[in-house]
T-cell receptor, first 114, second 113 residues
Framework: NAGVTQTPKFQVLKTGQSMTLQCAQD?????MSWYRQDPGMGLRLIHY???????DQGEVPNGYNVSRSTTEDFPLRLLSAAPSQTSVYFC?????????????FGPGTRLTVT | GESVGLHLPTLSVQEGDNSIINCAYS??????FIWYKQESGKGPQFIID?????DKRQGQRVTVLLNKTVKHLSLQIAATQPGDSAVYFC????????????FGGGTRLMVKP
């Protein structure tokens, strides 16, 4: 199993550009989520999904959209990038009933918005 | 709002010594507390967790202590090694759908050889 994969690893955007951060998992996990991590801080939840077709907002959802058309994929879309969205983005997945110790994180995407 | 936070941003220890990393939380309704280790350029890696009905849990070289009276969590690492150098985060889970986590701000552990 590849686990949780994220692409790209690095991205530089200009203010106002849009892009999609990809996240995929091959563990058949129902739960997937997106976090952002600003320098020197812990992760903050952006959006999450408890299953295909179901998404919900986390702590910092503004400026981001998500969709969950398949169990495997959970892309994060930035509609109009802003410098405040410069951060490292982590995707995570887990299954219900397994508890948080079974939550797997991807390697992250480092995004810079100029 | 309610949050999970850390007392010390940086901890420097000598190789072989024990390390103690502290965390304060404010939400008494949390069910689960988790410690993660994050190495540079990588995602968080699970270390150990503890349920709210426990006050101590031990793993390999690590022990987590939970004091619900003062809402305090600590991670003890025995015989700290250079490979333990990383940023450590505490996080809480409220037993909600999706296993969502609320993270603290992180402590950087530096191990001197």
């Amino acid at each position: 199993n590849a686990g949780v994969t994220q692409t790209p690893k690095f991205q530089v955007l200009k203010t106002g550009q849009s892009m999609t951060l990809q996240c995929a998992q091959d563990m058949n996990h129902e739960y997937m989520s997106w976090y952002r991590q600003d320098p020197g801080m812990g992760l903050r939840l952006i959006h999450y999904s408890v299953g295909a077709g179901i998404t919900d907002q986390g702590e910092v959802p503004n400026g981001y959209n998500v969709s969950r058309s398949t169990t495997e994929d959970f892309p994060l879309r930035l509609l109009s990038a802003a410098p405040s969205q410069t951060s490292v983005y982590f995707c995570a997945s887990s299954s219900p009933g397994q508890g948080v110790d079974e939550q797997y994180f991807g390697p992250g995407t480092r995004l810079t918005v100029t | 709002g309610e949050s999970v936070g850390l007392h010390l941003p940086t901890l420097s220890v000598q190789e072989g010594d024990n390390s103690i990393i502290n965390c304060a939380y404010s939400n008494s309704a949390s069910d689960y507390f988790i410690w993660y280790k994050q190495e540079s350029g990588k995602g968080p890696q699970f270390i150990i967790d503890i349920r709210s009905n426990m006050d101590k849990r031990q793993g390999q070289r690590v022990t987590v202590l939970l004091n619900k009276t003062v809402k305090h969590l600590s991670l003890q690492i025995a015989a700290t090694q250079p490979g333990d150098s990383a940023v450590y985060f505490c996080a809480e889970n409220r037993g909600n759908a999706g296993n969502m986590l609320t993270f603290g701000g992180g402590t950087r552990l530096m191990v001197k050889p």
